[in-house]
């Protein structure tokens, strides 16, 4: 996939966990764990939203693109 979620690299660095992360965002913790790991297919904006107000952090800080081989 192009698109990388570098989820886990904020969430380390602002020393959250999966489940904090997860109530302040308002979804479940098997949803968030889907979009940490890399396997989902699509972010809504008003997720993304919120996990960047959580976060404290811009949307490029978490989203990267990479052009495949």
Same mark, same amino acid.
């Not at 380390?12 to 790991?37: F, P, Q, W, Y």
């Given at each position: 996939?192009? /698109?990388? $979620?570098?989820?886990? $690299? ?5 020393? $959250? !966990? ?8 308002? /979804? &479940? *913790? !098997?949803?968030? !764990? /889907?979009?940490? &790991? *890399? ?6 904006? !008003? &997720?993304?939203?919120?996990? @960047?107000?959580?976060?404290? @952090?811009?949307?490029?800080? /978490? ?5 495949? *081989?």
């Amino acid at each position: 996939m192009a /698109i990388i $979620v570098n989820l886990d $690299v904020m969430m380390a660095k602002r020393k $959250v !966990s999966l489940s904090e992360l997860a109530i302040k965002v308002g /979804i &479940t *913790n !098997s949803n968030l !764990s /889907i979009l940490k &790991t *890399n396997k989902a297919k699509a972010i809504r904006f !008003s &997720t993304l939203e919120a996990i @960047c107000k959580a976060l404290q @952090c811009q949307p490029g800080d /978490i989203l990267e693109y990479r052009e495949e *081989n």
